[in-house]
């Protein structure tokens, strides 16, 4: 049985520069397939490390002459190019079993079967041992409705098994399937950030979350509940991913890691290794969690934190409720200034778009960006993901306007709100960036910061013309 995982060709978001990170979830699923099973031939193919194109890959499919394929889906901007892989992979064998996961899938598995005949199976949810038995009853000529967590179409008819429960303990997992992209491995790299010569890689510490924001697919799609490795064990991948394979930038990949007991067992962890000299890691954290354990902020930035991520949203409290986002603005500042004063680069997201929204309300959002002054911000519409309460809503009511999955990246306005056109909401969050980046203040500073993150980042954007493009958006 040969088994082939695809990160298939694609465009990465402008905004953040030019990077390339690992396939961190068809990683996980390859080494959990070869653990259970080691009689597979298993082969994991990176269209972005290998610089394959479309032609390239169909090549590839060809060589490996693979009985299942498996590509990449980590988001809905991205659904297109999973279905032109698949496609790919049926044109060259039609025999093929072709396999799609992810948010996207597991929220349109029912229209994506219905819709795009190439598409085989769609895993349900979390994929290591659903993955692993649909290949092992695939190979034993079972039928589909014996494994749990799928979706199939059989005899033009759509099939959708019972859910599977989720892993009880995720340190059971096997340390992230690097091994299989090891040529690649210095190639993964965020030069905005750390240069292009700093290898990075992803690690998972957790997954789901126990916040249930309305415009999130991520706590669905893990069951609405919050899963967590333990620091011993993140650590062990950090150094793992050090040791083995040279990365020196670690981004900590979970939604919401949290900042109290185990965040500080974690820093302790990665100091008694000696890790802390050695590597710099990036973690998203709550504005209202840094405020109330800022005491552990220090000893983060000793074990080698050195970027916080933290979604401060939006400046009006009626709108974060209505978000089920509770967090409050007036944090927002304040945990920026944590940051800053303990030399974590600080990076701040921000939504715009909400229905209500006006011209004088996201003026009002700008301001407040303005005043919290995070160094790096990032502007979103908010956007109806599939599986998101939003989602149902908008759907419901008719305020959809663009259905091109491919636009789904949260930098192209899919809605009106109840006074601008769509159009108008786009040039509202072109102006987010022309304002906060167009500031010659804050663009010196940056240059010239005493914090190496800050000044790396704007010295980039400044040589890639990035802070000249986000100035003149139109």
Sequence with gaps: MRVLFVEPPKEFWFVMGEYLPPPLGILELATYLERRNSGFEIKVLDCQ?????????????????????????????????????????KNVDPDIVTVAGGQHFTATAQESLETYPELDVIVRGEGEETFTDLVQTIENKGHLSEVKGISFRHDGE??????????????????????????????????????????????????????????????RFWGGALRTKSPKRIADE?????????????????????????????????????????????????????????????KMRKAGNRWVMAGLENNSLQTLEGWRKTIRPSDAKTAMDLLNKNDIFSQGTFIMGERKDTRGSIEALRNFADDVDPDLAIFMVLTPFPGTEIYEVAKRNGWIED???????????????????????????????RRFYGSMRRRVTGIFSSNKFKRTTYRYMASQGLLRTLRDLF
Aim: aromatic share 12%; with cysteine; glycine share 4%.
């Design 49 to 89: 490390a290998e610089r394959a194109d479309w032609y390239g890959l169909e090549k590839k499919v060809e060589s490996f002459q693979p009985d299942v394929v498996a590509p990449s889906s980590l988001s809905t901007c991205n659904a297109y190019t999973v279905l032109r892989a698949v496609e790919v992979a």
């Design 158 to 219: 759509v099939f959708h098994t019972p859910c599977r429960p989720p892993i009880e303990n995720l340190d059971d997992l096997p340390l992230p399937g690097y091994h299989f992209v090891e040529e690649h491995m210095k190639k993964y790299h965020f030069t905005m950030m750390v240069g292009s010569k700093t290898p990075y890689a992803l690690v998972e510490g957790s997954r789901g979350c126990h916040n249930h924001c309305t415009f999130c697919s991520q706590w």
């Design 238 to 298: 950090f150094e793992y991913c050090h040791r083995e394979f040279g990365s020196q930038f670690l981004w900590l990949a979970d939604d919401n890691f949290g900042l109290g007991q185990r965040m500080e067992e974690l820093c302790d962890e990665i100091i008694r290794r000696g890790l802390a000299d050695d590597i710099c890691w990036f973690m998203q954290a709550r504005s209202d969690d840094i405020v109330a354990h800022q005491s552990v902020l220090p």
């Design 403 to 433: 259905t091109n999955w491919a636009n789904y990246d949260m930098v192209h306005a899919i809605m009106p709100t109840e006074t601008l056109s769509r159009l108008e909401v786009q040039e509202e969050l072109y102006e987010c960036y």
